[in-house]
């Protein structure tokens, strides 16, 4: 999963990093270790009870149909017996018995029809090319396995179940073509492993070729959140190759109206842009990047998120990428997300914008002139904490790449108070940000002879009372920065010996006997 | 070392004597004990007599050393020895929990402490059973088991709430809270309950409510860094028992104690720190509880009284309240009428109020309360919570706040004038309502700088202020004095000049106050307003403003001194020096009377100086007594120097190091005002100047070099001819500071002076050797800042000496040496010289270098002249090359002595910049212009022939722009 956590080793993860240190861009980083609850809006990695947009009419889907209240008393045991016998109709029948089973809200019984050795059975019908309904109720009772933990997910795998729903894919039936898109995407988000291990058996193309102008719309929901799965997770990413065959459908399916469609092929973006620039490179090649941040506009929720998520990705990466997003407008749609009412969206601009301040004062100025430091500030007085920090960071950010007329409109929009204010947040690595940021202003204020007039406004703005406060901090660094600030910027200075033989009343005058050469 | 009774009864002893207060038993002792601790088995002595040992002394004693043990000896280093071995580590795990939460409380803390040192090491990789093992005593039922727990897990995870977050934090967190979080849950609830059922046992209460606030403690540590899933399932739990325990009340926990914070305080305390942390951080997840906790805590401050003990627990409440009534979705919880006006009743006004404690410090504790009140010490007191709370109250409902504080305001005014002498407090409480409301941003330099447009500032003074600082009897309600001269000094920059200026005699008056911090207010009053500045950047106060009552304000200001307690007041002090400074020629007439007061203070603090700033001002006021004086008349310095040479001579006897660079800098102002004589006093104290033992102090250099200069200055001739046995030591001097860092640039402060002022001939035998110095300096440890003064003096050299003396004493040491220091120092280096002074000695110095050299002409130094020429253009032209080598950038560190009196210069002792070359040159461009034409006509077709053949075309340009300007002509 996408993690949405900034974390300690963002100054190591700059994007120009090598280029100049002082730049303070930042990637999201993965592997880090979580304290909070999963996030609540994330889209979900493994979906068991989606509706198929092709499921025919239940009762004309074929001779064989047996009404629901027909199999649902069917104990485990008489699936098994059905199952396990020659029979179609009862295989059939317990088939159906065991995918009902399996699509009860509450504790499915997983594990029992696996342990009951029924998957191999299931696998088997797959193929049964002949018998439609037992091959979709087979695909549907292995989907709902597969949705369980990844050690479900494993076994439907281990018993060979890849290949036969990517042959699956190509049934004439749209309902059973669908059915193995789904527990594809299923398989697919496991992991990485999984996902390489079906990008291997060449899924993709599979998946690829059903896309026409005539596929229905609610198969195109399904397809695209399988290929958003192909396109999940990192270390390692999907592969090149299978990354360059999506890219086009994708690009496709973003320009349609559906939102759903439009929701899952921005997060698949958004997974694919989330990497260094090399990654970033290859999304920004498609020309995509105008439609995305037109969508961070789109009024769904859903499809905003993960636009706004991807551009931020982006402008993550090198100046030059930064650039494609700047001149598609993001600068013009930023404001108002900064100002949108959920917290989480305002957070994920914020973070965006702190990696546009690591720009080049090319980009800082077009951030400037599109207004976006009113809605900066907004966000450092009235964001919830996670946003501020975003904030505070673009601010330091800003301040270490900027002019110094820039910095001087930093100031002036209210950025030093508001950064001032949030000393006292309960965060080491926020303070020490802010300390940074302040001292950035100081050299600005420096080069403009205006240092005093500097150490006074902090005073007035009680940032003084602040900073001293942080010289009894406990943290080691945050104790140091202020001490140096203050030492630096708001006390007097101070001046400062060698062995040279001497005796009581006077030092000796005199040059060492033995003398080499000299060559300077 | 065996683990025997042989060696019980051997550290026993030696711990016994450990305590022993002989230092001669004690010493050897401590000696024996850290000699042997390196020995297997050790520590394990230690526990065992922590243990067991029959004598209690010995125990705790055993316990503080292996503490200290710990301490010292357990963090492996890299590269260095494990001082521990790991059978003795893996044995002090093993049985340091059990071992501490057996013992009695005060072997408990000190084991408590090593298993937090440990932990810091070893938690959680090489410890992983710590956790479980505590854990597993929460089931013990036993209390004062179960706070040994919480106590030192608070000692492990409070680091949680500073450290930046990474990885490796965040898995130990995880990790702990995996264990951790579920049982400190449970054990949450359970003595909640056990409260309840032992609500009538006082005994069991107090360790109850200990372990309480041990685990809000940790429960601050554990959701700091940020929101644990498992605390977010489980908040309702949490903020519901936490909501409870902070509207409760028990009789029992009450305490008598007016001073010390009780259980009840603490818990509640802590428990506003806790919800301040989700209201910052977790708000989102927060919002539901967050109404209940304002409403409880609003009430909790409602009803919590005056005394001292509950100062923490009130500030940390109204700190929470203006955190949240800031925030814009919470706007709607203060919004109603009501509210406002019941928390400016009850929880702002009660808190401003001037309280028996702080009637105690204005009388007894002058300090402290100046401190608190104007320096702004006052983090953690009720009023500045309250403060904090009107400004974060005002950034919605300014308007509403103003008018109800009005209200308050005219009732407590009233209720003063209706008996004053009841009433004052009142009074008291109205002004610092007023100035909380009004000031809205303020610095110690201006005083309040924004304030609130509502409150009308001008009125309140002439209503108010104004009658206090009339009213004839100074020594009547000092406190609301007090007030006043504060209110006139913090709002300067608001009010009218008139105002100031009908309020500067009054202020005047106050200094007699008998109160210390009433004319310690007064003089720091005065003080600021005369620094105030006016249009033109004049002082506004001018001294002809001041000219009816500058006799008064010198003496009051003398007077006040004589005040006990005010012997040393650094702030009277300060106003005497800016009084003078304002006054200038006016104080003339009075000098002779002052100087006499100031050396009489000066030898009183000599003989022990306690006050660093007090003694600065003191100073400062005679460096501005003798500039105002002798810039009038000069010869008045002799005056000056009668009256200070006898105490200057009782500090330089009795060694008052902190004095020395003071006496050095009033030492050089007056040496500098006498006009090219040096008097005898001075050459008498000349060798004393050059002992060691002043230079090797730090805080002595400047100063000393500067009066040195200004020996030399004034009395070159004199010490060529009458002190020439000193000239080694002065060199020497030079030699010192030459071969530091840090002072090599006050070496050639010195030595310039040298080559300037004292007569060649005194200098010969001297000459070689000076460069010889240099050039080791040079080839050893060549930094930019010793290059750029290197070749400020070569050029001095040059200047004073010629040209030919400069090339044949470097070609004296080594052959070609001239050649070499030109291409390798001068000519790529000389773009970094900075300051006006010093590029035009080096301009001028590399023009006869050029110009008045033979050997540049005729050697194969030849080569170098377009160089060199070249590079005097560049340097003319370029912009001055301010880049440091990378490697040159922590080099004050590394020539920093440690800690050392520092160099405290005296603004008034201030020194005019010396430019030894003067009007002799006007413009070096034109001087080179002149000197090639000369040279040109000297040997007619050379020059052209090397411009053209080397010179590039932009220097060319340049150059001939110079030649034009000086309407000269190369031939």
């Known amino acids: 999963m996408p993690t949405k956590n900034v974390t300690d080793e963002r100054l190591s993860k700059f994007k120009n990093k090598g280029k100049d240190p002082a730049k303070l861009r930042e990637k999201r980083i993965t592997e880090c270790v979580e304290l909070r609850k999963a996030h609540k809006n994330e889209n979900f990695l493994k979906r068991r009870n989606i509706t198929l947009s092709s499921l025919p009419d239940e009762e004309a889907l074929s001779p064989d149909y047996i009404p629901n209240e027909l199999v649902t008393h069917l104990s485990i045991e008489d699936i098994i017996k059905d199952v396990n016998s020659d029979c179609r109709k009862s295989q059939t029948r317990g088939c159906q018995a065991a995918r009902k089973l399996l699509s009860q809200e509450r504790n499915p019984p997983l594990k029992e029809i696996i342990d009951a050795g029924l998957l191999s059975n299931f696998v088997s019908f797959l193929s049964m090319d002949d018998e439609p309904t037992l091959q979709f109720e087979a695909a549907w009772a292995l989907t709902n396995i597969a949705s369980g933990t990844s050690w479900h997910t494993q076994q439907v795998v281990e018993h060979g179940a890849v290949p036969a729903f990517i042959s699956l894919l190509s049934s004439p039936m749209l309902h059973i073509s669908e059915q193995a898109v789904w527990a594809l995407g299923n398989i697919a988000g496991d992991g990485a492993t999984y996902r390489d291990v079906l990008i291997e058996c060449n899924v993709i193309p599979a998946l690829l070729s059903r896309i026409s102008p005539d596929t229905p719309v609610g198969y195109l929901r399904n397809l695209t959140w399988t290929l958003s799965n192909l396109c999940r997770n990192k270390n390692p990413f999907p592969p090149l190759s299978a990354v360059q065959q999506m890219l086009p459908s994708l690009v496709q399916l973003l320009h349609l109206s559906d939102k759903d469609i439009l929701s899952d092929a921005c997060w698949a973006i958004s997974y694919l842009s989330d990497g260094d620039n090399d990654r970033i490179e290859i999304v920004v090649k498609t020309g995509i990047v105008p439609r995305l941040v037109e969508l961070m506009s789109h009024q769904e929720l859903g499809v905003m998120t993960p636009a706004l998520r991807s551009i931020g990705n982006i402008v993550s990466g090198s100046d030059l990428q930064t650039e494609t997003a700047i001149d598609a407008g993001v600068l013009n749609v930023l404001p108002k997300l900064m100002r949108h009412p959920k917290a989480s969206i305002q957070k994920e601009a914020a973070w965006a914008l702190s990696n546009i301040a690591a720009g080049p004062c090319k980009q800082i100025q077009q951030l400037i002139t599109c207004g976006l430091l009113p809605p900066l500030v907004h966000l450092l007085r009235n964001g919830d904490f996670k946003t501020q920090r975003e904030a505070v960071w673009a601010v330091t950010n800003l301040t270490s790449g900027a002019t110094v007329e820039q910095v001087v409109q930093l100031v002036q929009s209210g950025a030093l108070e508001a950064i001032l204010n949030l000393l006292q947040v309960k965060d080491a690595k926020v303070i020490l940000v802010i300390l940074d940021a302040i001292n950035n202003i100081f050299m600005a204020a420096e080069k403009l002879g205006e240092m005093e007039k500097l150490s006074l406004l902090i005073e007035e703005l009680g940032g003084l009372d602040r900073i001293e406060m942080l010289q009894n901090h406990d943290n080691e660094m945050v104790y140091q920065a202020a001490h140096n600030i203050i030492e630096k910027y708001f006390s007097d200075s101070d001046t400062h010996g060698e062995k040279v033989d001497a005796t009581e009343d006077e030092f000796a005058f005199q040059s060492p006997d033995v003398q080499k050469a000299f060559e300077f | ?971």
């Not at chain 2, 008998?514 to 950047?537: C, K």
């Not at chain 2, 002992?691 to 004199?718: D, F, H, S």
């Open chain 2, 1 to 971: 070392m065996e683990l025997n009774d042989a060696n019980l009864q051997t550290l026993t002893q030696f711990l016994r004597k450990t305590l022993d207060p002989d230092p001669t038993v004690r010493r050897p002792a401590e000696k024996f004990l850290e000699s042997v601790e390196g020995n297997q088995n050790y520590p394990l002595l230690l526990l065992t007599l922590l243990e067991k040992s029959q004598d209690n002394v010995i125990r705790v004693c055993a316990a503080v050393t292996f503490k200290n043990y710990i301490k010292r000896n357990w963090r492996i280093v890299e590269d260095e020895p494990n001082k521990i071995s790991d059978p003795d580590r893996t044995a002090i795990k093993a049985n340091i929990v059990n071992l501490m939460l057996s013992s009695p409380e005060q072997i408990q803390k000190q084991l408590s402490d090593a298993i937090s040192i440990i932990g810091r090491e070893d938690f959680p990789q090489k410890w992983p059973d710590l956790l479980t093992e505590m854990v597993t005593r929460f089931r013990s039922g036993d209390f004062h088991i179960i706070n040994g727990v919480l106590r030192t897990a608070h000692s492990l995870f409070k680091r949680y709430r500073h450290e930046f977050k990474s990885n490796e934090l965040w898995s130990e967190i995880k990790l702990v809270l995996d264990t951790f979080a579920l049982p400190l849950t449970e054990l949450f609830k359970a003595t909640i309950e056990l409260c309840q059922t032992h609500a009538t046992d006082v005994n069991a209460l107090k360790v109850l409510f200990s372990s309480l606030t041990l685990i809000a403690k940790l429960f601050y540590s554990l959701n700091f860094q940020d929101l644990p899933e498992f605390f977010e399932d489980h908040m309702e739990t949490w903020m519901t028992n936490f909501h409870g325990l902070l509207t409760l009340d028990n009789k029992l926990l009450q305490t008598d104690d007016e001073e010390e914070a009780g259980l009840l305080e603490l818990l509640k305390s802590q428990i506003c720190d806790n919800a301040a942390l989700y209201a910052q951080k977790y708000d989102e997840e927060f919002q539901p509880y967050l109404p209940r906790f304002v409403t409880a805590i609003w009430n909790l401050l409602v009803s919590t009284g005056q005394e001292v003990k509950y100062d923490l627990l009130v500030s940390n409440a109204i700190q929470f309240l203006a955190s949240v009534c800031e925030r814009p979705h919470y706007k709607h919880l203060f919004e109603d009428q009501n509210t406002l006006t019941s928390i400016c009743e009850k929880v702002i006004v009660p808190n401003m109020e001037f309280r028996s404690a702080d009637e105690e410090a204005f009388e007894d504790n002058s300090e402290e309360y100046i401190r608190r009140d104007l320096e702004g010490s006052d983090i953690d007191t009720r009023r500045r919570a309250a403060c904090d709370l009107v400004r974060g109250l005002c950034k919605f409902f300014e308007g509403p706040v103003t008018a109800i504080f009005s209200g308050y305001v005219n009732s407590m005014l009233a209720e003063y004038a209706k008996t004053p002498r009841e009433n004052w407090k009142h009074k008291d409480a109205a002004i610092y309502l007023v100035t909380s409301l009004a000031s809205k941003a303020q610095t110690q330099k201006h005083g309040i700088t924004q304030a609130n447009e509502l409150v009308n500032l001008t009125e309140f003074f002439v209503n108010h202020i104004l009658p206090d600082l009339k009213s004839p009897n100074v020594n009547e309600f000092p406190v609301l004095k007090a007030d006043a001269i504060k209110y006139v000094m913090i709002f300067r920059s608001q009010l009218p000049k008139e105002q100031l200026l009908q309020a500067v005699p009054l202020l005047i008056t106050h200094l007699q106050a008998e109160s210390t911090v009433e004319h310690t207010y007064a003089a720091h009053a005065l003080e600021r307003l005369f620094t105030m500045r006016g249009p033109n950047n004049t002082t506004l106060i001018t001294a002809a403003e001041m000219a009816p009552c500058t006799e008064q304000l010198l003496n009051n200001l003398f007077k006040a001194l004589a005040f006990p307690g005010s012997a040393e007041n650094e702030y009277i002090m300060k106003a005497i020096m800016r009084s003078f400074s304002l006054l200038q020629e006016s104080i003339v007439p009075y000098i002779p009377t002052l100087i006499g007061q100031l050396t009489h203070k000066l030898l009183q603090v000599s003989k022990n100086p306690s006050k660093p700033h007090f003694n600065h001002y003191l100073f400062e006021s005679l460096c501005l007594s003798v500039r105002i004086t002798c810039k009038a008349n000069p010869a008045t310095v002799s005056s000056f120097e009668e009256a200070l040479f006898p105490v200057f001579t009782e500090i330089l006897q009795n060694d008052v190091q902190e004095f020395l660079p003071y006496v050095f800098q009033v030492m050089s102002l007056l040496l500098e005002i006498h006009s090219n004589s040096i008097p005898a006093s001075y050459m008498a104290l000349f060798p004393h100047l050059l002992q060691p033992v002043l230079w090797e102090r730090t805080g002595n250099i400047p100063p000393l070099v500067r009066l040195l200069q200004a020996y030399l200055e004034k009395g070159g001739e004199t010490i060529a001819r009458s002190a020439a046995d000193k000239i080694p030591g002065l060199l020497g001097v030079f030699q010192k500071l030459i071969a530091s860092k840090a002072n090599d640039h006050q070496g050639f402060y010195l030595l310039n002076s040298i080559i300037e002022h004292m007569p060649p001939e005194s200098l010969i035998q001297y000459r070689k050797q000076i460069f010889i110095l240099l050039f080791q300096r040079l080839q050893g440890s060549k930094t930019t800042k010793f290059i750029k003064s290197f070749l400020v003096f070569v050029n001095l050299y040059c200047v004073k000496y010629g040209a030919i003396a400069l090339q044949e004493i470097f070609d004296s040491i080594q052959p070609k040496m001239f050649g070499m220091v030109l291409e390798k120092i001068v000519i790529p280096e000389v773009q970094k010289v900075s300051g006006p002074v010093e590029k035009k000695i080096c301009a001028v110095g590399i023009t006869k270098i050029l110009t008045e050299c033979p050997a540049m002409m005729d050697t194969e130094y030849t080569k170098l002249w377009t160089p060199l020429l070249q590079a005097l253009i560049g340097f003319f032209e370029l912009p001055e090359d301010d880049s440091i080598p990378d490697d040159e950038h922590f080099i004050d560190i590394e020539d920093t002595p440690g800690y050392q009196t520092a160099f405290s210069q005296l603004a008034f002792a201030g020194k005019k910049e010396h430019d030894p070359i003067g009007d002799a040159v006007g413009n070096p461009k034109i001087l080179l212009a002149q000197s090639l034409h000369k040279l040109s006509t000297a040997c007619p077709g050379r020059v052209p022939s090397m411009l053209s053949t080397s010179l590039n075309a932009e220097a060319l340009q340049f150059l001939q722009g110079y030649l034009q300007a000086a309407t000269v002509q190369l031939v």
